[in-house]
Every structure is written in C-alpha cells, then in structure tokens.
C-alpha cells in the first residue's frame, strides 16, 4: 500500500527529467500529501502536460465522491477485472510524479515511519489511473497508484509498494494506446537496487505537519 507520499520539485528539475513539459499543475512543495489532496499527474490525454489531480479514484457510477478516500490504490493483480479500475486501467492510464512516499514499519509494538526514494534521488514515476466523475456540481478528475509486490529493498518495509517505473520509454510506453494485454507485462515488481530508504520522525503521521523536516533523517 502506498498511503502517504511527498512531491518537492521546480520547473528545472521537471524538465530536466521529462524534457519540454508544460506546467500546469501548482508546484506547491507537499512533504505530507494525503488522500483527496490534489498533486502532479501526467495523464495519457495529456502526455506533455503535468495537471493535478485528486488522489482517490471516484468511480464514474458512484453516488457519492466520498469513495474516493478508499481507492487510493489499485493492486495489479487483477486489475482488469475490478469494477472501479477495468476501464482506467484500459483507457485512462497516468503518471503520478513524487519524490518519495513513506510507508510504516512494525516494531516492538510501534510503528516506525520509513522513507522510500529514488536511489539516484531522481523524481519517482508512479503507475497510475484516472477517472472523471461528473455527479457532482463540478467534474472532479482522480487517481489511484498501482501497487505491486515488493522487490528486495521493500520486503523487510511492507508487503506492498507502487509499481515504478524508472526509464522515460516505460513512460511512452505506460501512456500510449496500447491494450491491457501488451502493457500487462508492465504491472510487476520494480528490480531491485533502484531505492533507497531511511527512518523519519513521526511527525509525518500528522497530515497537519507539512515541512522540509519530515524529509530528515532520524
């Protein structure tokens, strides 16, 4: 599961990594973002554009835009088949860009924050959906984040992680037309060696605390 991740960049770093990329997303720094916040995605309509969208995919069927906080994530396996992500998976695929996310260890009866990042410290390229739902008094565009299996930097962390992709021809590739059966091979555990992690102060289980801070090491 990834429930909690952090996006801090600037128009130089964007497009250094992702070339001539038009900015249309604030690049407000979030070290805590949350689900129902707003951060930057790259959807499959848009490929040269970096929008914001609401982390939480609402179902275009829902009744109520609340179900988004419980579709944060999307599991790979099968993902073709579930009701709220068999039509995003096939037509509304997107990027979602952070830096890091933060996941929680067990221990003595505690649970310990963790941060996960590129090992490069490049900015990290998510696997994603989106959808619209028009039930409201204004369209709302959301997302989830794909999870997977965790490759060997996450094991000892938790059983879940997002699928990664680190190279700009998966992000071609995640955002071209193809059908679920040639992408399918796309939705797998990340290769080891890629991350890299370190313990964080648990003022980062506060999604009331928003600063450089919850990024230092502990």
Known sequence: MCGRYSISTDPQ????????????APLEHNYNVAPTQYAPVITDEQPQTLQALRWGLIPFWAKDEKIGSRMINARSEGIEDKPSFRGPIRRRRCLVIADSFY???????KKIPTRILMKNESLMVMAGIWEVWSKGPAPI?????????????????HNRMPVIFPYKDQWEEWLSDLEIDQIHHMLQTPKDDILKTYTVSSQVNSVRNNGPELHEAV
């Open 103 to 109: 996941e929680w260890i067990k221990k003595d009866g």
């Open 141 to 157: 565009f959301s997302y989830s984040i794909i999870t997977c299996a965790p490759n060997h930097e996450m094991t000892p962390i």
């Open 13 to 24: 770093q964007l497009k250094a990594q992702f070339g001539d990329i038009d900015i249309a």
